[in-house]
């Protein structure tokens, strides 16, 4: 009898009802699941999805800047859960986890360095063409 009382406190004083939640993470083998208060906030259980996933070990690495990332779910479509919105108000338990994408600078940047493998590229064949033509005359 007195198991049962402790486990009616412990309820009570988590303030609402606890879910299981499975989060996707996008480019990940498998969903990260785990329990969470319902009136959590979306902000903590990115940062509680972070944290569970770094612990397993899991690929590919992904920090544990929580601004860093999205959380969607099948149901809202294309947009993005309003961080600081309670979990439990989507009545939903699966959700998915993305990484913002990079600021326009480094897209720039990454794709100056690419055109210039490529010129590169480009040039040491041509040159091994001509060589080649040159030397068969």
Do not use: C, H
Not at 51 to 74: H, I, M, Q
Not at 112 to 119: E, P, V
């Amino acid at each position: 009898m007195m198991a049962f009382k402790q486990k009616k406190d412990q309820a009570g004083k988590g303030g609402g009802k606890r879910i299981l939640i499975k989060v996707n993470v996008v480019g990940s083998a498998g969903p990260i699941r785990f329990v969470v208060n319902e009136e959590e906030m979306v902000v903590a259980v990115i940062e509680t999805a972070l944290k569970t996933y770094a612990r397993e070990g899991r690929l590919p690495v992904l920090g544990t800047n929580f601004s860093d990332f999205f959380l969607y779910t099948p149901i809202a479509g294309t947009e993005a859960l309003n961080p600081w919105a309670m979990i439990g108000s989507f009545g939903v338990r699966n959700f998915m986890l993305w990484k913002k994408p990079r600021q326009a600078e480094d897209v720039a940047e990454i794709s100056r360095k690419r055109s210039g493998r490529w010129k590169s590229w480009l040039n040491k064949s041509v040159e091994k063409l001509v060589l080649v033509s040159f030397a068969s005359l």
